[in-house]
């Protein structure tokens, strides 16, 4: 091999090029440390606080004057525009598009009015609006408890603190009215001196407690789905922990299965509801988000809710995180092309093939439940005895839960596809047995032909069927919404107004 000298002397131009892209190296490496320089510059300037944050502040625009990209992003779960196959940003009204639902729900609240969840920014006005929550006229009027409130604002944890928990869980729903103004942010996932993600609701911290867990030594990544779980996760309103409460508790301390859950319900004998027709002990799923997630695979290889559904967005060269909680379908470039490398269309795709494949026997469950109603109230009519009746109950309680829990975690069809068919796949089988055990019974009751499935082509329809009188429900819904919650607002404000003295710096 020449020796570079030799070779320069022989070609001293190369000399002068390697000098000249030396330099040009040199130039260019100073400007990214400059870039990077400035960069973290920006980035040290963004993350000064403006205002010092009380402990319990519930205005998600006062923590958004120290946030503002966090808060911007926070403030477009307000937009309504997308729509995927089967969700999306939009309200869409269950009851419409699946009239059964409102035979499985006869004798309950849902049967009333059950909309598909939109963003976080409405979880305050959608409850207002509710036909579940009723009319109330004075604090202490109406269908639902204080305890219904949790898992919709900030203010809770302040009120929380203010009454203790027993009282919060205590009232009835309108004594909170003027109380919870502000939608679902900031003080319910952070720690306003440092950020750092927290657990602000008191049963996900008991729940843990109960099956020997301290919630405090969960992972950094655990936190960025355990702030979730506080909310998407199956509860219900337990009476036998302080008197006079409807103490909100998550039913884990079996297991976290489909399974381990109906037996507890099954050993305290609790029922959400007796069912209208068939007058089974029922339970209803409120939204086992978490549980279901928690058997997927994508749980088991550690991507956490935020990962999918809060992904990082760059902004001016600000990397932070994207608080638009939605659906990830929204934004693949960001959620899922982290990860994946296919194509956008082939990953949706993936998505809608395993919801296609889940809806197509939750259809099918859904049938062979209103069969099973309307059955049973048909031996009820003939005489059926309760003995004769025990066992055909408890069939359509536990097959009803397992159609509820797998509709109602949201999502699980793409977060757990398997688990989703399995509850499904048993909630089919109990169905079925259950009425082979009631043409058996009907038979011995003199009737021996198939009971005729009802009309219930139409939300309207199934309502007409159970014999609910929504007309009147909305009037009165109508005339609450005009007189007593602009009251409420009202009195928030005078409130807040007040917190501006002694809280905020500014
Ligand atoms: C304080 C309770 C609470 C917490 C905490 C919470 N959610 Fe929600 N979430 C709700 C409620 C209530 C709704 C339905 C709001 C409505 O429809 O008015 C909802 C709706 C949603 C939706 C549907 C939005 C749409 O456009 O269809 C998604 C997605 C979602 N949440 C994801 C998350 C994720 C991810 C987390 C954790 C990072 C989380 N949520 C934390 C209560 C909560
Ligand atoms: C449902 C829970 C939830 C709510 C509500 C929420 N955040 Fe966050 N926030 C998160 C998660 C998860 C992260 C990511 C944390 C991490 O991995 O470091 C985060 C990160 C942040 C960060 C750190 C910087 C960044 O962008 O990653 C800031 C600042 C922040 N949030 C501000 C806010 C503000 C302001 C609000 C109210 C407008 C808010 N958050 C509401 C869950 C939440
Ligand atoms: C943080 C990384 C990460 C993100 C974000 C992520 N995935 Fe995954 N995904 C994985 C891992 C890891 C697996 C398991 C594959 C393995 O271990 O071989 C997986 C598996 C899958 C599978 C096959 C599992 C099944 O259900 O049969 C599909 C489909 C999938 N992901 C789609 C998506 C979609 C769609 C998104 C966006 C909404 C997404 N993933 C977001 C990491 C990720
Ligand atoms: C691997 C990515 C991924 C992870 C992790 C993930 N999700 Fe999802 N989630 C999705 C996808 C994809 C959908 C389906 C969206 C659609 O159909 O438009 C979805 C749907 C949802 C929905 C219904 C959205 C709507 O528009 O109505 C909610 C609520 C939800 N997820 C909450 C959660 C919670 C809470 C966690 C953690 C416990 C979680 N997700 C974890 C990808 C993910």
Redesign the pocket.
């Known amino acids: 091999m020449k020796s570079y000298a030799s070779l320069t002397e022989r070609k001293p131009w190369l000399a002068w090029l390697l000098f000249l892209l030396t330099i040009g190296v040199v130039f260019l490496l100073g400007l990214l440390a400059s870039s990077i320089l400035e960069r973290r510059a920006e980035a040290a300037y963004v ?1 000064v606080p403006k205002n010092e944050i009380s402990e319990f502040e519930p205005r ?1 625009e006062v ?2 004057e ?2 503002p ?3 911007q992003s ?2 477009q779960t307000a937009d309504t525009l997308f729509k995927s196959k089967y969700n999306g940003n939009a309200m869409i009204d269950m009851l419409e598009v699946d009239p059964r639902l409102v035979v499985l729900w006869a004798g309950y609240g849902f049967a009333k009015d059950y909309n598909q969840g939109r963003g ?1 920014y409405y979880a305050i006005s959608d409850l207002h609006e509710s036909l579940r929550t009723g009319a109330p006229k004075t604090a202490t009027d109406g269908p639902m408890p204080s305890t219904c409130w949790t898992c919709k604002s ?1 203010d809770v944890p302040r009120i929380m603190d203010e009454r203790g928990i027993a009282q919060f869980y205590t009232d009835k729903w309108a004594e909170l009215g003027p109380e919870m103004v502000n939608s ?7 720690e306003p001196k440092t ?1 750092n ?1 927290t657990v602000t609701r008191p049963a996900l911290i008991e729940a843990f407690e109960r099956q020997g867990k301290d919630i405090k030594k969960a992972s ?1 990544q655990e ?2 789905s355990l ?2 779980a ?1 909310c998407h996760v199956e509860y219900y309103f337990n009476k036998n922990v302080v008197e006079g409460a409807n103490y909100l508790t998550f039913p884990w301390d079996k297991g976290m299965s489909v399974e381990a859950m109906e037996k507890y319900y099954d050993e305290i004998k609790f029922k959400d509801w007796t069912h209208a027709l068939s007058k089974a002990p029922m339970l209803k799923a409120q939204h086992p988000g978490y549980e279901m997630y928690m058997k997927g695979i994508h749980a088991q290889r550690g991507v ?3 990962d999918c559904h ?1 992904p ?1 967005k760059s902004e001016g060269g600000q ?3 994207d ?1 638009k ?1 939605q659906s990830p379908l929204n934004n693949i470039a960001n959620s899922c092309q982290v990860c994946h490398r296919e194509e956008a269309a082939t990953l949706a795709l993936n998505v809608y093939e395993r919801q296609d494949q889940i809806i197509e026997n939750r259809d099918k469950l859904e049938e062979l439940l209103v069969h099973a109603h309307v059955e049973a109230k048909k031996a009820w009519d003939l005489g059926a005895t309760e003995p004769q009746m025990e066992n055909i109950l408890t069939g359509i309680r536990h097959a009803q839960w397992r159609w509820d829990y797998a509709a109602a975690s949201h999502g699980g069809s793409f977060h757990a596809p398997t688990e989703t068919s399995r509850v499904i796949a048993t909630g089919i089988t109990i169905a079925q047995e259950t009425r082979i055990e009631l043409a058996r019974l009907l038979a011995s009751l003199g009737h021996n032909k198939p009971v005729p499935y009802p009309d219930i082509a139409t939300k309207a329809k199934a309502q007409e069927f159970i014999g609910l009188d929504v007309e009147k429900l909305q009037k009165e819904k109508n005339e609450f919404m005009k007189t007593v919650v602009p009251k409420w607002l009202e009195e928030a404000e005078k409130r807040e107004a007040s917190y501006d003295q002694t809280t905020s710096m500014k």
């Open positions: 993350n998600n923590w958004g120290n946030y990209r966090e808060y926070y403030i976080h900030p679902i942010g900031c003080a319910d996932c952070h950020m993600l950094y936190m960025r702030v979730c506080q956490s809710c935020a809060m990082y990397k932070f995180t608080h909680m």
